[in-house]
């Protein structure tokens, strides 16, 4: 098939890049032609496990292209997929204003019959907006529906090429046949594809999100009780997790959630219930905790320094908000840095992809390391914020060495009470008991 994906950020390129690996030939269109520039030549402009080996692959064969001529794109594509930014704006709703001008912009471009795929995460009715916006200023039959994206960052190629589900919204029966060809390479294992109406497809991405959401949110709620009554989070996880009912997945407690998806889909939901005069009181909730969990580590650490961290050297290993990404939108770590700083602590961090991403964001002000035991040279503390599996083994033995104190805030759980209690460490996580 001939495909227009018309953005390249997270969504769009990771989408774009895969449907070329099945063959089809697809234009990624975007407006910054420094980006267009560096996908022509094969550099990604975000980083995601296997997307560099097969964006050029792709290239090299022909079947994948970029460019700012989004008037060509339209008019050689048969599928046009929108993966446009849909920021929070400043109520908590998802401002559409991209997908508007998009929608506005390719109207007259329309040539032939064409599907037009809302791939972005939209609230309710957008398949609706997109519809008016195109239909007055297209001479030909376009059906507009929604394939919402389950994209995990870290994990996003996978999830593409071999989904769990795939959701359509749209009744029309020739759009949900050549959307079943188009899908067909990805589901071989009889994986589904649900056909639903519009509303129903726009809305199970918030559904799906904010859900995910409320269990980490859960977990951590129950590792404070933990602290409280000297329960231990890990087997509590261990315990309910075996219940099929609950599952063992996003059931691990640590300093919150962060990244592009669920916090602004919370945040878009609450909105859209508010719209419709609908208090959403759990994700009211959901989101108030989080907020507060991403600086759990912060009152045993000033605790530990007696409230007195003014010239005190933190050594911070993870900035991403999850580990196999750049991605730093509202990293918990980020959220640390400032409290940190703001307290007189100087700041030296190390995190495998995203402290490019974080130092165009905080300029100097925390010291980037090339290697994770440069960082806790001669730091008064080790703070974890993001679970890299390179940060699960470390030497200990260098660790007690370099550190001027064995001390470890860990906001994720990464190493055995036990363990550390024989190694000597002075040791705080979530949910568990603090060794001292």
Request: hydrophobic content about 40%; glycine content about 8%; aromatic content about 8%.
């Amino acid at each position: 098939m001939h495909i227009a994906v018309i953005g390249t950020g997270y969504v769009g390129l990771v989408t774009g890049v895969c449907l070329a690996e099945t063959g089809n030939q697809v234009i990624c269109v975007d407006i910054d032609p420094k980006k267009v520039d560096l996908l022509s030549k094969g550099i990604p402009t975000i980083y995601e496990s296997g997307l560099e080996k097969m964006l050029q692959d792709n290239l090299s064969q022909g079947r994948l292209s970029f460019s700012t001529d989004i008037e060509n794109a339209v008019k050689k594509s048969d599928i046009i997929f929108l993966a446009l930014p849909t920021p929070s704006a400043e109520d908590g709703s998802a401002n559409l204003s991209f997908i508007k001008s998009v929608a506005l912009q390719i109207g007259p471009f329309i040539n032939n019959y064409k599907i037009i795929i809302n791939k972005s995460t939209v609230p309710v009715g957008t398949v609706e907006l997109v519809k008016s916006i195109l239909q007055p200023n297209s001479k030909h039959e376009v059906d507009v529906i929604s394939n919402p994206e389950f994209l995990r960052e870290g994990m996003a190629i996978a999830d593409f090429m071999k989904p769990d589900r795939i959701v359509i919204g749209t009744k029309s029966p020739k759009a949900i046949e050549w959307m079943r060809e188009l899908y067909a390479p990805y589901v071989r294992q009889g994986n589904p594809i649900y056909f639903m109406d519009e509303k129903s497809a726009e809305l199970t991405k918030y559904a799906a999100n904010a859900f995910l959401a409320t269990k980490i949110t859960f977990m951590n709620e129950i590792a404070t009780l933990c602290e409280k009554v000297g329960a231990d989070i890990d087997d509590i996880r261990l315990g309910i997790g075996a219940d099929e009912r609950i599952g063992k997945r996003f059931l691990f407690a640590g300093i919150g959630y962060g990244g592009s998806c669920f916090p602004k889909d919370v945040q878009a939901l609450k909105h859209i219930a508010k719209e419709n005069d609908y208090n959403f009181q759990i994700l009211e909730a959901v989101h108030t905790v989080n907020e507060n969990q991403k600086l759990s580590l912060l009152p045993k650490i000033e605790k530990h320094f007696n409230g007195d961290l003014q010239g005190k050297k933190i050594a911070l290993w993870g900035l991403a908000f999850k580990p196999n990404t750049d991605d730093i939108r509202e990293a918990p770590a980020l959220l640390l840095i400032e409290k940190l700083l703001g307290m007189g602590a100087t700041i030296a961090a190390y995190d495998p992809e995203a402290m490019e991403n974080t130092e165009q964001k905080l300029g100097k002000s925390i010291e980037f390391c090339t290697d994770p035991y440069l960082a806790i040279e001669d730091a008064d503390a080790l703070i974890i914020a993001t679970e890299w599996s390179i940060f699960r083994a470390p030497d200990f033995e260098k660790m007690s060495q370099l550190l001027k104190d064995n001390v470890i805030f860990d906001g994720r759980n990464l190493y055995d009470l036990d363990k550390m209690k024989s190694l000597g460490f002075k040791y705080f996580s979530i949910g568990r008991e603090s060794i001292l």
